[in-house]
């Protein structure tokens, strides 16, 4: 496959928001399916940053939110969930991930953060309880640590914010699908993915971006 034909997905998320964990199982299945054509690349985007109040986690609001939607989908993609105790902020779990991307384990501890939260009920807002998630993840604890109290990867996170907020998002899970350009020509138009797209969605939006057939597939 010609590297002009490598399909990004920019997914903006939060780790407190159980319908972006939802969306993981879909990337999952859409990556195995493409391989390494495929180059999913997450951004943060906290729905309740500071000073936003946080919720409280056993209001009707979200009890009802979560038997309604958050269950039936849960179970629809074979996901184990629990409705968590705790409503923390996730300003840290990012950074969290920021820092382990440095060596390699993001993936890891990606999906150990949102695993902790919507699985184990962890209050993941808590640095004692990051550092401890990213040391099963093979992360050196005293060195997160350290970046987390420097705040050393905060202007990232503001950063990838920043960059949803120009491209107007407001809600997450927001996937952008895009590719390189083939030799010679524009590339097209990105597409962008709002909620916790089922995988149809992504098929059709590669069709969209390869109207000649996907490359190696």
Not at 26 to 39: I, K, P, S, T
């Amino acid at each position: 496959m010609a590297s002009t034909s490598v399909l990004y997905i920019d997914v903006w998320s939060d780790f407190v928001c159980p319908f972006c964990y939802l969306e993981t199982p879909v990337l999952d299945q859409f990556r195995n399916a493409y391989g390494d054509a495929v180059e999913v690349r997450w951004h943060a985007f906290e729905l309740r940053p500071e000073p936003t109040p946080l919720v409280d986690p056993n209001s009707e609001k979200i009890v009802e939110s979560w038997e309604n939607s958050v269950r039936p989908l849960a179970e629809e993609r074979g996901v184990t969930m629990r409705m968590p105790p705790v409503a923390p902020r996730s300003r840290k779990a990012f950074e969290t991930a920021m820092f382990a991307r440095e060596s390699g384990r993001f993936d890891a501890v990606h999906r150990a953060i949102f695993k902790a939260y919507f699985e184990e009920g962890i209050d993941i807002g808590d640095t004692d309880s990051l550092l401890d998630i990213a040391a099963t993840c093979g992360v050196d604890p005293e060195l997160l640590e350290e970046a987390l109290d420097d705040g050393t990867y905060t202007d990232l996170v503001i950063e990838d914010e920043e960059f949803a907020t120009k491209l107007g998002v407001t809600g997450v899970p927001f996937a952008v699908l895009s590719r390189d350009a083939a030799p010679g020509q524009e590339p097209p138009p990105p597409i962008a993915l709002r909620g916790a797209a089922p995988i149809q969605h992504f098929e059709a939006a590669v069709e969209r971006l390869f109207p000649d057939g996907f490359p190696g597939v």
